[in-house]
């Protein structure tokens, strides 16, 4: 009989460390999907770089250098969207700037192929959009915009959230991009 209690107690404490177990691991998979992505790395950073510059090359544009205190920029704001639930909204800041969401990791050169896409509205001899959004694609070509700062965060509904803000800023009403 007393054999019996301890399997009991046994298998009572077992559930109990059990159920701990399964509340921590579901905390932690709480606490994961509302932390900021991790800060990209050089690689990416070469990565946003690299596909700004294509994107300028194509139009005669000079290349952009990377500058750490926009990156940090970006990333502060990032950041900030997850206590907003990531709601797609522009930071009002001083520097020009492009945002995007969409799943998985969303590199670098993927957000600025959305950005990019939109070249297609974008009519140089009007200096304007026909057809659809296209004050994404000037700002990335614009010529003045010489440091690029990227960055990104997973939100809690599976979307990464990407901003990047470039110094000077761009899009000057009667100002043409290049």
Not at 76 to 84: D, E, G, M, P, V
Not at 129 to 156: D, F, I, K, P
Request: aromatic fraction near 12%.
């Amino acid at each position: 009989m007393m054999r019996s209690q301890k399997m009991s107690l046994n298998n009572e404490a077992s559930t109990k460390v059990l159920l701990v177990g399964q509340m921590l691991m579901v905390m932690m998979v709480i606490a994961t999907a509302a932390k900021p992505f991790p800060t990209d790395n050089k690689s990416s950073h070469k990565a946003y770089l690299d596909a700004h510059n294509a994107v300028r090359a194509k139009v005669g544009v000079g290349p952009m250098t990377w500058n750490k205190t926009l990156e940090d920029y970006a990333q502060k704001y990032a950041n900030s969207r997850l206590s907003n639930k990531c709601e797609f909204e522009h930071s009002g800041g001083p520097y020009g700037e492009n945002l995007c969401e969409g799943y998985g990791e969303m590199p670098g050169e993927q957000a600025v192929k959305y950005w990019a896409d939109e070249k297609s509205h974008y009519d140089y001899a009007s200096n304007s959009c026909v057809g659809g959004e296209c004050g994404h694609y000037t700002q990335l070509v614009w010529r003045n915009s010489v440091q690029l700062g990227c960055a990104r965060t997973m939100c809690s509904n599976g979307w990464m959230f990407v901003i990047c803000s470039y110094y000077p800023p761009g899009n000057y009403l009667d100002q043409r991009p290049y």
